[in-house]
């Protein structure tokens, strides 16, 4: 059974830019979340899509934003980058409707914005 | 708010020490508890979860965990580690009716010397 996949694996952008990433879940799972992993702030969760629908969001501005698609694969877009945006952008996958559920972890997309 | 807080950065133990990594939260009602594992360059892997019942639970590679409600805590452990066990190691926790959002403690670094 395939893991969760998250392409690009590294970027690097110029500040003012917008970047694009890419996360496949693990087949027959709907619900996919968003973190974000720095040294300073940690893991800290950016918004969960389930079934198309943005099902919970985070502390982060509106320059953050996703979507996701018929086939569950989700998109996260990062407008006007920032340096503090660099981080590790992982994301995760589960089988729950309703939460409480085991997530899957992708290797995650390595942003350096500089 | 809820919080989940890890009460140690970063640990050093000798091959064949015990282990015992705390992790407390904020109280949010029912709570769903995890302990995630990052190996160096790799991705996040759960070592347990706990949804409900026995509330000593056991997960992969000989951790356990036990989780006391009256303190809101849920503290890893391990009877004996070993060097493979050089890992950073989360604690995460999912808040009812929160759906899939997991609040992530620090992390504990955690170094074992052979």
């Known amino acids: 059974k395939a893991g969760v996949t998250q392409t690009p694996r590294y970027l690097i952008k110029t500040r003012g830019q917008q970047v694009t990433l890419s996360c496949s879940p693990i087949?027959?799972?709907?619900?996919v979340s968003w973190y974000q992993q720095t040294p300073g702030q940690g893991l800290q969760f950016l918004f969960e899509y389930f079934s198309e629908t943005q099902r919970n969001k985070g502390n982060f501005p509106g320059r953050f934003s996703g979507r996701q698609f018929s086939n569950s694969r989700s998109e996260m877009n990062v407008s006007t980058l920032e340096l503090g945006d660099s981080a590790l952008y992982l994301c995760?996958?589960?089988?729950?409707?309703?939460?409480?559920?085991?997530?899957?972890f992708g290797q995650g997309t390595r942003l350096t914005v500089v | 708010a809820q919080s989940v807080s890890q009460h140690n950065h970063h640990v050093i133990l000798s091959e064949a020490a015990s282990l015992e990594l705390g992790c407390n939260y904020s109280y949010g009602g029912t709570v769903n508890l995890f302990w995630y594992v990052q190996y160096p360059g790799q991705h996040l892997q759960l070592l347990l979860k706990?949804?409900?019942?026995?509330?000593l639970v056991k997960g992969i590679k000989g951790f356990e965990a036990e989780f006391i409600k009256s303190k809101f805590s849920f503290n890893l452990r391990k009877p004996s580690v070993q060097w493979s066990d050089t890992a950073e190691y989360f604690c995460?926790?999912?808040?009812?009716?929160?759906?899939?959002?997991?609040?992530f403690g620090q992390g504990t670094e955690l170094s074992v010397k052979p």
């Open positions: 995760a996958s589960s089988s729950s409707a309703r939460g409480g559920t085991e997530a899957f």
């Open positions: 995460a926790v999912n808040f009812y009716n929160q759906g899939g959002k997991l609040i």
């Open positions: 706990y949804f409900s019942g026995d509330p």
């Open positions: 087949s027959g799972h709907r619900s």
